[in-house]
């Protein structure tokens, strides 16, 4: 099936004072973000052409998902997006306070402008951050992101602003905007969440201007497990995936027909699975025992002098001895909360699956016996 990539070569030549805005020139502008600015010279009054052919020539190891270099072929290509000025990239990156923040804006024209924050990239720390968001009330980026979003609607104070991003970027962008004065919130038109978490209770209950939620659409994968974690107030779309599991995360995976994603009636039973049992980790472990748990784990994951992802991933089996070695290295009470945390996520995985497993008995001996009385 066709992806955002597809799109930009079928209707990147349409310009957007032809046809206005959709949501897969969101999902466009959102990944935008995800290209590997701190790797070029960006000047002021670069356009989107003049980006994309800095960045053609790096590396593939630069790019987070495969599609991204082709993304940033396209656009080269696409009159819809290739003259449109990039402006105000910001990169903050800090290991000691476990900080991964960037961010960038696409102005679309003179009277709008799209804030397109970054989600997680190949880094440890910023996978960290991630889960931090299990016990922590605000992490270091969305105070960044809440930040960046009012500095830009101070410098241009006459356009009004889309925003979005995908990850936790999605995440950023809504932190960025429920949590804004009600003067910058009355600029933004839409805000865009493509897989991204929600926020605790207690976030959510400070927003002050309810209008705001109405402008928020998040969209998920059919089996998506990152975007259905913590609370969500928004509407929500769901989207058909070329691929399975955790792997929909990628958009370039998502789904798309003329210039609107193709829609899922609902769910699937994995992400339903997976999001009641990580709820229910959540009620039955404390702040605290989040905390450990994520600093063990992943000082457990540097031990093997990893700073991204994939090199953890390749170190795996080589290093895992060293891995050993640093959790036996952990303070004997934490070492207690992690299995306890193991334990708990298992028992709320097994009380999730058997449920299930009920409910389709019930729904099973209900068709039988309509078959039966239908006879």
Known sequence: MANINDYLKWRGDIKLNERKLNILDSMVLSRFSYLPFWEI??????????????????????????????LSINLIKSPRFNNMIVSDYLNHYDKKIEKQFSAVVI???DDYMYVSFCGTDKTLIGWKEDFNLSYMENVPAQLDALKYMTNIANKYPNKKIITGGHSKGGNLAIYASIMNTKEVQDRIVKIHNFDGPG??????????????????????????VIGRLL??????????SDLKGIYQHDIFSWRVLGTDVVKAPKVDKFSETINITVNKWLLST??????????????????????TYSEFYSKFIKKLPTMLKAYRGIDENDRKVIIKMIKEFAKAYFSVFMESRKEKRKVRKRVKKEKKNAV
């Open 41 to 70: 010279d960006l000047k002021e009054n670069d356009t989107v052409e003049e980006v994309c052919k800095k960045i053609k020539v790096l590396e593939d190891y630069n790019f987070i998902y495969n599609g991204d270099r082709d």
């Open 107 to 109: 102005h679309l024209n």
């Open 199 to 224: 926020f605790s209770k207690n976030i959510l209950s400070q927003i002050k201007n309810k209008d705001i939620i109405d402008k928020i659409t998040t969209y998920i994968p059919e089996e998506s």
């Open 231 to 240: 609370e969500h107030k928004e509407k929500c779309v769901i989207v058909k």
């Open 286 to 307: 404390t702040p605290n025992q989040r905390k450990i748990f994520v600093d063990n784990v992943f000082e457990i994951m540097q031990s093997t002098n990893s700073e």
